[in-house]
């Protein structure tokens, strides 16, 4: 069984910065992408970030130049540098990634817990 373990979320003001952390642990195989999606109230999960394996990124529109995402694949993380937040970008931010399960030699789609993000004056 493969876990994600989110952290860094709290409570910022506009303008300030975050860094969200996501280690995975237990029966990896190998990881293929990884990412970071956020859900607000009342609003569907949206896909944030992403990187690929071999390191190409991909982002939503909205944080474009403000969100950098990063993995260290010796470390099974991934990151999720937060600068000039916005009200807007308040959510509960989740990992993802996408495992090869090393007992299983299953491909799986797996999730962390979630992490609160709270941009407010």
């Known amino acids: 069984q493969v876990q994600l373990v989110e952290s860094g979320g709290g409570l910022v003001q506009p303008g300030g910065s975050l860094r969200l952390s996501c280690a995975a642990s237990?029966?990896?195989?190998?990881?293929?992408?990884m990412g970071w999606y956020r859900q607000a109230p009342g609003k569907q999960r949206e896909l944030v970030a992403a990187?690929?394996?071999?390191?190409?990124?991909n982002y939503a529109d909205s944080v474009k130049g403000r969100f950098t995402i990063s993995r260290d694949s010796a470390k099974n993380t991934v990151y999720l540098q937060m600068n000039s937040l916005k009200p807007e970008d308040t959510a509960v931010y989740y990992c993802?990634?996408?495992?090869?399960?090393?007992?299983?030699?299953?491909?799986?789609?797996?999730w962390g817990q979630g992490t609160q993000v709270t941009v407010s004056s």
């Open positions: 993802n990634a996408d495992v090869r399960d090393s007992r299983s030699r299953r491909r799986v789609d797996c």
């Open positions: 990187i690929t394996s071999g390191g190409s990124t």
């Open positions: 237990g029966s990896i195989f190998s990881i293929y992408g």
